[in-house]
């Protein structure tokens, strides 16, 4: 159980175009889920919280309308990077909360993205 | 504010050698949860371990262990007689019980290499 997952898992795009990341809770529902960023060879950082029926909570210094998110429904959310720039070429991974259960959340297998 | 600090950047070891891997954090807040994850290189974060600030006791599973001290906020974690499928990153990471479960502080991560 617990499986969450991304897609895609890889993705390279053109400078200026536009890109969707989806995260699914495979088996449970998720009322929050978190998208985080990694820069080749950093840590991850939060960027988002995403709450289900409502607005994204962002962390300070993330542009909202430069990463959309999107969390219409209990199993998925999703990350759309705008006009992409090879500065937004990272690592981006998510995570759910099971909504049932105090425990930590669940990654998923992260999406690497390329904008050239 | 919170801080995790993963002071080894890399730490490079031959196989069976045992490898401790060092977690500091600082907290103003007196509960807390800390975590290890494992990111292998394609990428995925790979949950080891969550501790809660109340349960000091030292946890061993199979090769892996752990020795938090409150009294120097340190969590790290051993690996006993390494093996290549070790090769990874390492990253530490603490959470506020006043926050969401899924919003972690990551330290700077420590990367492990094991060679034959």
């Known amino acids: 159980g617990a499986v969450v997952s991304q897609h895609p898992s890889r993705v390279i795009c053109k400078s200026g175009t536009s890109v969707k990341i989806e995260c699914r809770s495979l088996?449970?529902?998720?009322?929050?889920m978190f998208w985080y960023r990694q820069f080749p060879k950093q840590s991850l950082m939060l960027m988002a919280t995403s709450n289900e029926g409502s607005k994204a909570t962002y962390e300070q210094g993330v542009e909202k309308d430069k990463f959309l998110i999107n969390h219409a429904s209990l199993t998925l959310s999703t990350l759309t990077v705008t006009s992409a720039h090879p500065e937004d070429s990272s690592f981006y991974i998510c995570?759910?909360?099971?909504?049932?259960?105090?425990?930590?959340?669940?990654f998923g297998q992260g999406t690497r993205l390329t904008v050239v | 504010a919170q801080k995790v600090t993963q002071a080894q950047t890399e730490i490079s070891v031959v196989e069976k050698e045992d490898v401790t891997l060092d977690c500091v954090y600082e907290?103003?807040?007196?509960?807390?949860?800390l975590f290890w994850y494992k990111q292998p290189p394609s990428g995925e974060l790979v949950f080891l371990i969550r501790r809660n600030s109340f349960d000091e006791q030292n946890e061993i599973s199979g090769r892996y262990s752990w020795n938090f001290q409150k009294s120097t906020s340190s969590f790290n974690f051993t690996i006993t007689a390494s093996q290549v499928v070790d090769s990874a990153v390492y990253f530490c990471?603490?959470?506020?019980?006043?926050?969401?479960?899924?919003?972690?502080?990551f330290g700077a991560g420590t990367q492990v290499v094991v060679t034959p």
């Open positions: 990471a603490l959470r506020m019980t006043t926050d969401s479960w899924g919003k972690l502080q």
């Open positions: 995570s759910a909360k099971n909504r049932g259960e105090n425990t930590e959340a669940f």
């Open positions: 907290t103003r807040d007196t509960t807390y949860y």
């Open positions: 088996d449970f529902q998720a009322t929050t």
